[in-house]
């Protein structure tokens, strides 16, 4: 069999290009790797990354394996945070009751890929490929969530917001590594949801998601938070709907106001999966469910 072909009626198998190996055990070790090797990229499920190098889009020298850290995968809570390490995958996150706490989270990452890919993908992977469909960003955005990066210099902790430079792009040195996403504990009377829109329910990317977060008392909207993808250069947030919701009831002028509102906050594209128009038109149908589950849920 010529192994350029694929089994399935002869695709041709582009091959990775030449680079060397390195599995490193601790995160240490990792980051002096990645400080020290020349063109140096961590991976760990490799779902984003191994396409890239089949199309010549990225040629790392060297290939720096965090599997083999053990301090960096685990979902739990500490101090008032949800914390996912580095090499949590989405089907661990789907699958944590303390991630449930949560639940716009598990929403996304239990409908990201196929099972296939949730079991090999990792939350911080899709963050750090920073493409504006990441559907584990607008749940992870209007949860507050922040980032840990380290290096051999010391650890900062950033926004998520923050860690996005432009379509494909992150803020990342090359020696820095994210180690960890976490995000506060929801309190009582909160709820989240999220929904996306793609060209079928699994296995593509979305062509508009939407995210939305509201703590209730008494009826009333106390906090609202909204973030979308596919819609700008990154996820967003789209404040001005934000706080046009706080301090009221969530009725159904309410939502048509900010349904009509969030057009104004979107910057989306034309292309192959859909226009600028219907992107727009769809934040709108979006953000009204997102809402009006995410309610239902804090109730």
Avoid: W
Wanted: a negative charge; glycine letters at 8%; hydrophobic letters at 40%.
């Amino acid at each position: 069999m010529d192994h350029t072909q694929s089994a399935e009626g002869g695709r041709e198998l582009k091959p990775l290009p030449k680079f060397k190996y390195h599995a490193p055990s601790t995160v240490e070790e990792a980051l002096y790797l990645l400080a020290t090797l020349d063109e140096a990229e961590p991976v760990a499920g490799g779902t984003d990354l191994v396409p890239l190098m089949r199309d010549a889009a990225c040629s790392p020298s060297n290939l720096v394996d965090l599997n083999n850290v053990a301090e960096l995968n685990y979902v739990r809570e500490d101090s008032g945070y949800i914390c996912i390490g580095a090499t949590a995958t989405h089907a661990q996150v789907a699958s944590s009751p303390i991630a449930a706490k949560a639940p716009a989270l598990v929403d996304a990452v239990s409908g990201i890929g196929s099972p296939q890919v949730r079991n090999r993908a990792t939350i911080a992977g899709n963050l750090c490929n920073a493409s504006p469909a990441a559907d584990s960003a607008p749940p992870l955005l209007v949860h507050e969530a922040e980032v840990a990066i380290r290096s051999l210099k010391g650890t900062r902790i950033i926004p998520l917001e923050e860690l996005f430079a432009g379509p494909k792009l992150n803020t990342l040195e090359p020696d820095e590594l994210v180690t960890e996403v976490r995000l506060p504990a929801p309190p009582e009377g909160a709820g989240s949801s999220f929904k996306r829109i793609g060209r079928r329910k699994a296995f593509t990317l979305s062509v508009v998601s939407a995210a939305a977060y509201v703590e209730l008392s008494g009826g009333e909207i106390t906090e609202a938070r909204l973030a979308f993808g596919s819609v700008a250069e990154t996820p967003i947030r789209t404040r001005a709907v934000e706080e046009l919701l706080r301090g009221k009831a969530l009725t159904g002028g309410l939502l048509d106001k900010a349904a009509e509102s969030v057009k104004a906050e979107v910057s989306p594209i034309t292309d192959v999966r859909g226009t600028a128009e219907y992107r727009r038109d769809m934040c709108g149908v979006l953000l009204r469910r997102a809402l009006a589950e995410a309610a239902e849920r804090a109730r």
